[in-house]
């Protein structure tokens, strides 16, 4: 009576072991089925009922430790019959509202009672019957006292629509703390854009930039992102309600040919759904291509956090900034001294988990059967809800980076000093070609001078940057020491056009907010 799940009959006289359901109880009758075993080692007058040890529950890391809770509901086995049984009712009411005969009271009946979720006892009627769908109804017409639920429906009339609105409503949260974080790094590119650092290609100092700067060059490609994740979501389609083959076939059926009250009857679901858009022509499953296009959005958009997490862990290493570190934050249980970039290390490790989801959806695009089967079945309930757990869990770990990183900028002048004259190199090299020098010669006698400077500071033979002394002694470049002076602190602050990048960065993202208010004003949740 309190464990609807599978239970065991031992005999003692060794006659075998069956597993049966209790499926329930009436009066003092209890109503057993066996899944196991033979009805002999049931019926044993010396038999003993006792529990089969259940499965060691395993937890998803990725939904238990990362994901938010609004996030997890969604995804949550009873958030989804709850789902499920809400589109039965509004299918019924829709059913009704054309002529469908369905009898006074019906719909009360299971309205009373569509809250009343009872997994394992749902779990031993899928155990019977190995189908989750026809377990289900059965749970919820037995609870209701009627049979009135999926009339003229399949199986993935049910199935696809729901899975797609818990999509849905997770492209919702997902795009909403995209803006979040586009509106904090908005915030931190214009607190930073006349801080000038060295900036790196090849993971080598190249030319001056501002950290302002670094900050939009990211925040633009998750503003790319979130351009392509709008845009699914603006044609994002619902299956609807096809029937087995996707003829409408049954509904049509169910109302003497009437075409007319069928496609009404999907319009009201649809709308019940409140996805905008609905497919015309599919078979038994929506095309699976529609779900890559879901994964590889994800990571798309994720994309610039995860590249500004590796860049911020590079500058960590250096300290010229911090992730931040709590406090009572251990960095390293053997090193007391540590404070890594484990959250921006954290966020690297999402983004490699989204692209080996990309890679199992994508053996699922372009792999439909006919009308459709359920080989995908496995793969979707794994790849669907996990990736947007690694991709929520991205966004809350980034968001609190970004509320809680810093720069040195003490650390980012000392590297600019060190760094500078190999900065302005370029700026040298044209003017030495303005005055009529061969390109290649100054090039040649620049990077002669260069490399030189920088391998004795590697040595330690110079403490101090001496390239423009040396230049000024060569006479191939002819420029002298007063001029090279003057070309260096007329540019040593120079940054090209990124105070005006920054701005047009900060414009692109007030758009958004503008757009998506209840983003821009998102904070999240503590992280572990």
Same mark, same amino acid.
């Given at each position: 009576?309190?464990?609807?799940?599978?239970?065991?009959?031992?005999?003692?006289?060794?006659?075998?072991?069956?597993?049966?359901?209790?499926?329930?109880?009436?009066?003092?009758?209890?109503?057993?089925?066996?899944?196991?075993?033979?009805?002999?080692?049931?019926?044993?007058?010396?038999?003993?009922?006792?529990?089969?040890?259940?499965?060691?529950?395993?937890?998803?890391?990725?939904?238990?430790?990362?994901?938010?809770?609004?996030?997890?509901?969604?995804?949550?086995?009873?958030?989804?019959?709850?789902?499920?049984?809400?589109?039965?009712?509004?299918?019924?009411?829709?059913?009704?509202?054309?002529?469908?005969?369905?009898?006074? =009271?019906?719909?009360? &009946?299971?309205?009373?009672?569509? $809250? %009343?979720?009872? #997994?394992?006892?749902? /779990? !031993?009627?899928?155990?019977?019957?190995?189908?989750?769908?026809?377990?289900?109804?059965?749970?919820?017409?037995?609870?209701?006292?009627?049979?009135?639920?999926?009339?003229?429906?399949?199986?993935?009339?049910?199935?696809?629509?729901?899975?797609?609105?818990?999509?849905?409503?997770?492209?919702?949260?997902?795009?909403?703390?995209?803006?979040?974080?586009?509106?904090?790094?908005?915030?931190?590119?214009?607190?930073?854009?006349?801080?000038?650092?060295?900036?790196?290609?090849?993971?080598?100092?190249?030319?001056?930039?501002?950290?302002?700067?670094?900050?939009?060059?990211?925040?633009?490609?998750?503003?790319?992102?979130?351009?392509?994740?709008?845009?699914?979501?603006?044609?994002?389609?619902?299956? =609807?309600?096809?029937? &087995?083959?996707?003829?409408?076939? $049954? %509904?049509?059926? #169910?109302?003497?040919? /009437? !075409?007319?009250?069928?496609?009404?009857?999907?319009?009201?679901?649809c709308a019940h759904l409140g996805i905008p858009s609905k497919w015309m022509n599919v078979g038994q499953v929506y095309p699976r291509s529609l779900d890559f296009s879901v994964v590889s959005g994800l990571v798309e958009l994720t994309s610039g956090c995860s590249s500004f997490a590796k860049t911020l862990r590079l500058m960590a290493g250096h300290e010229l900034a911090t992730e931040g570190f709590a406090k009572g934050q251990t960095g390293s249980s053997a090193m007391p001294h540590k404070m890594n970039a484990r959250s921006c290390e954290r966020v690297n490790g999402f983004h490699v988990i989204l692209k080996g989801f990309l890679m199992m959806i994508s053996g699922l695009a372009g792999d439909q059967w006919n009308e459709g089967d359920v080989s995908c079945s496995v793969v979707r309930r794994v790849v669907m809800p996990d990736s947007f757990y690694a991709a929520d869990g991205l966004f809350e770990t980034f968001l609190t980076v970004l509320n809680q990183m810093g720069v040195y900028e003490a650390v980012v002048a000392a590297e600019l000093r060190r760094y500078l004259p190999f900065l302005m190199t370029t700026t040298i090299l044209m003017e030495a070609v303005k005055r009529g020098i061969g390109r290649e010669t100054a090039?040649?006698?620049?990077?002669?001078?260069?490399?030189?400077?920088?391998?004795?500071?590697?040595?330690?033979k110079i403490m101090e940057n001496n390239l423009l002394d040396r230049l000024a002694e060569d006479g191939r470049l002819g420029i002298d020491r007063a001029d090279l002076q003057t070309i260096f602190d007329s540019n040593s602050s120079a940054t090209g056009m990124a105070d005006a990048q920054v701005e047009a960065f900060r414009s692109m993202v007030q758009e958004l907010t503008d757009r998506f208010p209840n983003g821009a004003g998102y904070q999240p949740g503590d992280i572990l």
């Open positions: 009576e309190q464990h609807p799940v599978p239970w065991g009959v031992h005999n003692h006289d060794g006659s075998g072991l069956a597993v049966v359901c209790v499926l329930q109880k009436r009066d003092d009758r209890v109503q057993i089925r066996v899944t196991a075993g033979t009805a002999a080692a049931v019926a044993a007058p010396c038999g003993i009922l006792e529990h089969v040890a259940d499965k060691k529950k395993i937890s998803n890391v990725l939904a238990d430790r990362y994901a938010s809770p609004e996030l997890t509901r969604i995804w949550s086995p009873e958030d989804k019959i709850l789902a499920e049984r809400r589109l039965w009712i509004a299918v019924m009411k829709a059913q009704k509202d054309l002529g469908l005969d369905i009898p006074d =009271g019906v719909i009360e &009946a299971y309205e009373r009672v569509k $809250d %009343q979720v009872n #997994l394992p006892a749902i /779990d !031993a009627r899928e155990r019977v019957t190995r189908h989750d769908v026809k377990a289900r109804i059965e749970e919820f017409c037995e609870l209701a006292g009627c049979e009135h639920i999926h009339k003229g429906m399949t199986s993935r009339d049910l199935t696809e629509n729901v899975e797609q609105l818990q999509i849905w409503k997770s492209m919702q949260i997902i795009r909403d703390k995209a803006v979040a974080v586009l509106n904090r790094m908005s915030a931190l590119a214009g607190q930073w854009k006349h801080v000038t650092i060295a900036g790196r290609t090849h993971n080598v100092a190249a030319q001056t930039t501002t950290m302002g700067k670094r900050v939009a060059m990211f925040g633009e490609d998750i503003v790319h992102g979130l351009g392509s994740w709008i845009s699914l979501m603006d044609r994002y389609s619902v299956r =609807g309600l096809k029937g &087995a083959v996707g003829t409408q076939l $049954d %509904q049509l059926s #169910l109302f003497g040919q /009437d !075409a007319g009250r069928v496609l009404e009857l999907e319009d009201r679901v090039h040649e006698v620049i990077k002669e001078h260069a490399v030189a400077v920088s391998n004795d500071l590697r040595a330690g």
